[in-house]
């Protein structure tokens, strides 16, 4: 857990950021100052309006800005960088996950939110990055998907997913933090920072108990399978019974 962290490199004398920072918020400023001149929006009275809403809409998170960046190129490539378009933009991280996870529900699964529990429970709950062999085989376990539903699953995910040397995990932990809140629909309901929902949050949580019943459900068949068959130790077994 992040509160471990700390503890870890307290000989080192770690510094904490905070979003709320003044030189936090400093350096969003001037980022946002930059990338807005970079872009061509020079005119006081244009620049001054989007970078107040976007510095509002950031919240102090670079890792916001990281989402909407590519954004900002596109408007700025096809002539459209206003703050009317500026204001289509989710607001606030969480409105940056209800547009990405909404997508992956309704393009990419087509509304099955049991294909999508599948998909991202294992990942949201494992206790350290999942080997992609064994997220593969949890997965064509339960029956959800077949191989070539896994992959094209992956392929819509991999804005969300981070995958490096054979293992899986969610970009962010904020992402885990925020698909694994159950008074999520609340949240957005009663934040005003929160963007509008478009596929309604109460189908874009993800329970920690269903994400757990499918990596369960993997962990147990192959711990099963080794307590029964005498095998050797599997990339499969090693990662149930280390999740």
Not at 111 to 125: C, E, Q
Not at 151 to 178: C, F, P
Not at 224 to 233: A, D, N, Q, V
Request: net charge negative; aromatic share 10%; hydrophobic share 40%.
């Amino acid at each position: 857990p992040e509160t471990y962290v700390p503890y870890l490199l307290t000989g080192f004398q770690p510094g904490f950021l905070d979003a709320d920072d003044a030189q936090n918020l400093a350096d969003v400023s001037s980022y946002l100052h930059a990338r807005l001149t970079s872009l061509g929006v020079t005119e006081s009275s244009l620049l001054k309006p989007m970078l107040a809403y976007l510095e509002e809409s950031a919240q102090g998170l670079f890792l916001f800005l990281r989402f909407v960046d590519q954004r900002l190129s596109d408007l700025a490539g096809a002539g459209q960088l206003t703050l009317d378009n500026l204001k289509k933009l989710p607001r606030g991280i969480a409105g940056v996950y209800d547009e990405y996870f909404s997508r992956l529900l309704e393009e990419g699964f087509q509304g099955r939110r049991d294909a999508y529990v599948a998909l991202l429970g294992p990942v949201l709950v494992a206790r350290q990055p999942l080997p992609v062999d064994v997220w593969q085989s949890a997965l064509l376990n339960t029956g959800t998907f077949t191989l070539d539903a896994f992959e094209k699953g992956v392929n819509q995910a991999q804005q969300l997913l981070y995958i490096a040397n054979n293992t899986v995990r969610v970009v962010h932990k904020s992402m885990s933090d925020w698909i694994l809140d159950e008074n999520l629909e609340e949240k957005a309901r009663n934040n005003l920072k929160t963007a509008k929902t478009t596929s309604g949050c109460e189908h874009l949580s993800i329970s920690p108990l269903e994400a757990h019943r499918v990596l369960g459900t993997f962990c147990d068949y192959h711990i099963t399978s080794l307590l029964s068959e005498s095998r050797g130790e599997s990339i499969f077994t090693s990662g149930a019974l280390q999740n």
